[in-house]
């Protein structure tokens, strides 16, 4: 058939849902009607009169295989249980993702986490106006009444504590007032307005519009903060809207201010009846992006395609989005999923045939609405093409067939990196992963944590051996489809001593449980951004033995340098992409065959993880083109090291704290000083987990722009800790430090989370900085105390520390240093044993 490779690409493309409501359990009072409409009391006797209803209810049906009626349907759902057909239904919808407007409260309704027991990825969509009721409902501690000034503070400062943990905002402000939005509402009608909405008394309900737009208008401002989408209910809904003041025409003074023209709105429900007027915004506003969800499945099928095909009259396809709006019960993401799909098909084949399309740039719209236009404008990271939803396991593991050839996927590896910083990895069946690994793991023994760069048993003095086992568990939140090898799946894991028990030595566990501390205590989030140094070797063969050599002997920043690697830095910068890993620059370095990738920054937990992912594509795709990519810190003596640059900045409820927010000593905020200061007290000690092989101290030299004395400099490269003001920074202010004496064998789990015990450690003391060094430090005569100059050195730091063993664990830090005195004695006694390194790191 002409349009059957059309069809088939719209049923394999795993839907992301930009727009849903919570899920409510089977006793609530939410009747099931109304998963076929938005109508109450009298008006639902109606219901099943309408065109929609009787389509809808025998699809739901047919998933179930039983008689078309209510009342079974009804019955079948008790009796198959909740878990077991919000599995049937995600997996029939094929849904990878929802994002959820936890706003639209119902009885008993479901929390949103509870949702990612059924999809890989679920994000949180904040309500603003049901936040505002909600601090107005509470009193001030001191018992005055609310004002403007400290509704509005605590209002901005709870969006902005939110701004992190969610992917979006949203507003009901057609439902309250209208869509005709003043921006420039003045302070005194807002006052009023607030007044007005107190007088009536609590629960409080938002009524006046002067107050209303104020509050749309602030979250304006946090939205283009956090660069954080703004969904806008508009079109038809309940009987609670006047449909008249939903018409999106109204938001011409907000798509005109151009305070905001850098925001991004989304017009929801296709603004039906007004989709022609919504598509007309979207082709003239950058700013304006369309949701077809609800229009999609409440209309009659020519309903349905009318809608579709008049958004797609003038609104540019990339800014076009799926969404079920489903709510309540699992069957409305089915019907809307199903729907979508098949109203799709009928409009892209219909753009065929008049010839505004190809099939194949039909196949590539089809993607884009349902799936890759969300990811990208909501910054999803899905870290997978397309996988079928038979790769979700319920909360109650309901027994389903996992093993979907569809999904193209047949092996999942799970990551874990080990004391010597060692990435190792067990590869299980996506049959066993799903219906077992994934809730129990697979087994892995003690020494797994005591092991050293040159052999695969446990170190002496760790007091871990081989008796004894753990579990490791994978986190579903960090798998992702392979790039270089999309027949598998990648996920990082847990060790745990059961499922749910972390197992102290977890390097990752270790890592949160510090960062806890940090948050607890002060409120404070430690972003971290790696750089990625390492070298390209080739094979060669001289004199009849077989070496690995660099690929070429250009100089720093050389363009041939780089053209010389460019198809192999094409493909490894797509694969970070495509697991949603930022990529800020790349280029030669200064040594043999030597390369640099700078990722974005990130909370430090994700930015450990995304380091790992990072390692994996860079010496995969490296051997794809039969190259060898090693992190060793010295690949040869004579030559310039490789290191792996860590920029450290402190955030406090989304905002960086680190730079200082007025005059200061250094451009340094007072807590950045203090933690940095800690860091850089501790930093002999921070060595043996940053530096953790005998071969790292061959890099750590004066004059390698390593950092090689205990100092701190602002943009001084010999400084182990340099202080950065990068470009967008205003001139005299410190957005970040830099830590350099940090390279490619370090397990960056351990390495940030001595990182943040050696600055919480500074913030509780509120330690002081000494005066930078701006100079050499090597010339300095002594005045500069030289960092360990082996890790000998370092371990004797270490073992001297008592900060860093009580905040990551004293357990696991004697662990550390068992490995790091058996790597010592090793390396010691086998002089050219570092050069097998390359195969390890």
Not at 271 to 297: N, W
Not at 709 to 732: F, H, L, M, S, V
């Amino acid at each position: 058939m002409e349009f059957e490779e059309l069809r088939q690409a719209i049923e394999k493309v795993m839907i992301v849902d930009a727009h849903a409501h919570n899920i409510v359990p089977l006793d609530s009072s939410f009747p099931f009607i109304n998963a076929f409409s938005g109508a109450a009391g009298e008006a639902l006797s109606f219901v099943p009169h309408s065109l929609s209803f009787k389509r809808n209810l025998r699809e739901v049906a047919e998933l179930y295989g039983c008689e078309n009626s209510l009342q079974v349907v009804e019955e079948h759902r008790i009796s198959s249980g909740l878990e077991s057909i919000m599995v049937k239904c995600f997996e029939a919808a094929g849904i990878s993702a929802v994002l959820i407007d936890d706003g639209f409260k119902l009885d008993k309704m479901h929390d949103v986490q509870w949702h990612k027991n059924f999809t890989p990825f679920v994000g949180r969509i904040l309500r603003i106006e049901r936040l505002a009721e909600a601090i107005l409902d509470k009193e001030l501690l001191d018992g005055s009444t609310w004002t403007l000034d400290k509704f509005t503070e605590t209002f901005m400062e709870n969006l902005r504590s939110s701004a992190n943990k969610i992917v979006g905002l949203k507003s009901i402000a057609a439902y309250l007032s209208g869509l005709e939005i003043n921006t420039n509402v003045t302070k005194k009608d807002a006052e009023e307005g607030l007044a007005e909405v107190l007088h009536a008394g609590k629960p409080v309900r938002l009524v006046n519009k002067s107050f209303i737009d104020h509050i749309f208008t602030r979250s304006l401002e946090v939205a283009l903060q956090f660069d954080l989408p703004m969904q806008i209910h508009t079109g038809f809904g309940d009987k609670g809207l006047d449909l008249r003041l939903s018409n999106p025409l109204h938001l011409r003074m907000v798509l005109e201010d151009e305070r905001f023209t850098n925001c991004r709105f989304v017009l929801l429900h296709a603004s039906y009846p007004f989709s022609k007027e919504a598509s007309y915004l979207a082709s003239v506003y950058a700013q304006v992006y369309l949701d077809i969800g609800l229009a999609v499945p409440k209309l009659s099928v020519h309903g349905m395609i009318s809608s579709l095909k008049e958004i797609l009259e003038l609104a540019p396809i990339n800014k076009v989005m799926f969404s079920t709006d489903g709510y309540a019960f699992p069957e409305t993401y089915y019907l809307g999923a199903k729907k979508t799909r098949e109203c799709i098909f009928t409009v892209l084949r219909d753009a065929c045939c008049d010839g505004d399309l190809t099939v194949g740039e039909a196949i590539e719209a089809a993607k884009d609405i349902l799936a890759r236009n969300a990811i990208k404008l909501y910054k999803i990271n899905m870290g997978v093409k397309a996988f079928k939803s038979k790769d979700i396991v319920s909360a109650n593991s309901v027994n389903i067939d996992n093993s979907s050839s569809d999904s193209g996927v047949s092996l999942v590896r799970i990551l874990w990196v080990d004391a010597s910083g060692q990435h190792r990895c067990r590869v299980v069946p996506l049959k066993r992963f799903n219906n077992v690994v994934k809730k129990n793991g697979v087994g892995l023994s003690f020494a797994s944590m005591a092991m050293t760069s040159f052999a695969d048993g446990p170190a002496d003095e760790t007091n871990l051996t081989g008796a004894g086992g753990i579990r490791l568990i994978p986190d579903l939140t960090t798998k992702r489809r392979i790039p270089w090898m999309e027949v598998e799946e990648m996920v990082l894991a847990d060790m745990q001593l059961r499922p749910g028990e972390a197992w102290e030595y977890c390097p990752r566990e270790a890592l949160r449980r510090v960062s806890k501390v940090l948050k607890e205590e002060f409120n404070l989030v430690m972003d971290a951004g790696f750089e990625n140094e390492f070298v390209l070797l080739k094979r060669v063969t001289q004199e009849g033995k077989e070496e690995w050599v660099p690929i070429d002997l250009v100089p720093y920043c050389s363009a041939s340098g780089y053209d010389s690697a460019a198809p192999l830095f094409h493909e490894v910068v797509a694969a970070l992409q495509s697991l949603n890993i930022i990529v800020e620059q790349l280029h030669a370095e200064a040594g043999k065959g030597q390369y640099e990738i700078v990722l974005g920054h990130t909370a430090c937990t994700h930015s450990a993880d995304n380091l790992i992912f990072s390692r994996e594509v860079i010496r995969a795709i490296a051997r794809k083109h039969g190259l060898l990519a090693t992190f060793v810190p010295k690949y040869a003596l004579d030559d310039l090291g490789s290191g792996s640059h860590v920029h450290i900045s402190l955030c406090q409820n989304g905002e960086n704290v680190f730079m200082a927010s007025g005059s200061s000593r250094h451009g340094i905020s007072t807590v950045g000083e203090e933690f940095m200061a800690g860091v850089l007290h501790h930093l002999p000690s921070i060595l043996a987990f940053t530096a953790p092989i005998p071969n790292s101290y061959d890099r750590i030299q004066p004059n390698t722009w390593s950092g090689a004395y205990q100092c701190w400099g602002k943009e001084n490269k010999e400084a182990p800790i340099r202080t950065a003001c990068p470009p967008g920074i205003k001139d005299g202010f410190i957005s970040n430090f830099e830590i350099k004496c940090f390279d490619g064998c370090a397990n960056p789990y351990l390495s940030l989370a001595a990182v943040l015990a050696a600055g919480i450690d500074g913030l509780r003391r509120h330690l002081s900085l000494p005066e930078p060094v701006d100079v050499n430090p090597l010339y300095l005569d002594g005045k500069v105390n030289r960092l360990p100059k082996s890790l000998s050195e370092s371990l004797e730091a270490l073992k001297k520390d008592d900060v860093l063993e009580d905040l990551i664990g004293k357990k696991l830090v004697i662990a550390i240093k068992g490995v790091r005195k058996a790597e010592i004695e090793h390396y010691s006694k086998n002089k050219d044993a570092w050069k097998q390194l390359i195969h390890r790191y």
